[in-house]
């Protein structure tokens, strides 16, 4: 084989042999084309992917961020030795199990804060993830929050 193109490499080409060449270069030049193309799509995927997985990331920072906050705010709680747990949240961990749902008014210093806390303190020994958002900090993070999840959401002062 080595020969017989050694031997074609030192006489002129026929037509026959330069078409069958010229087809073979066009082949292989679609082939490079086509394998730039797809590359080119790959790399537009991965572009895609990254920033959906930048964009995950930061979601999951800034959830990390704010149950850490609320942890805080939970530890803070539980060294209150001043706090005496009320029929009030019973009633309201009840109204809680059955309606997935509780909304506490009151006038200011009426203790929402302090039994909505309790209140997470006992979901949290239940499992579930508390988070605590102040005004309408929920308008904002509401990304934070996946209802798959075990969460108690608090909101204090909404309308504030």
């Not at 942890?71 to 997935?100: G, P």
């Amino acid at each position: 084989m080595r020969q017989k193109l050694n031997d074609a490499s030192h006489r002129p080409m026929d037509e026959t042999i330069l078409k069958k060449y010229q087809i073979a270069l066009l082949e292989q030049s679609l082939h490079e084309k086509h394998i730039e193309e797809k590359l080119d799509d790959l790399q537009q995927q991965l572009i895609v992917q990254d920033e959906k997985l930048h964009c995950r990331m930061d979601t999951i920072d800034e959830k990390v961020n704010e149950v850490a906050q609320t942890e805080a705010r939970l530890l803070e709680h539980s060294r209150d030795d001043t706090y005496v747990i009320t029929e009030d949240v019973k009633m309201c961990c009840k109204i809680l199990e059955k309606y997935k749902i509780l909304v506490m008014f009151a006038k200011a210093g009426g203790g929402k804060s302090k039994t909505s806390l309790q209140i997470a303190m006992i979901y949290q020994e239940k499992m579930y993830t508390p988070m605590l958002f102040v005004n309408d900090e929920i308008t904002t993070n509401r990304d934070l929050i996946n209802f798959d999840d075990k969460n108690i959401v608090i909101v204090e002062d909404l309308f504030a």
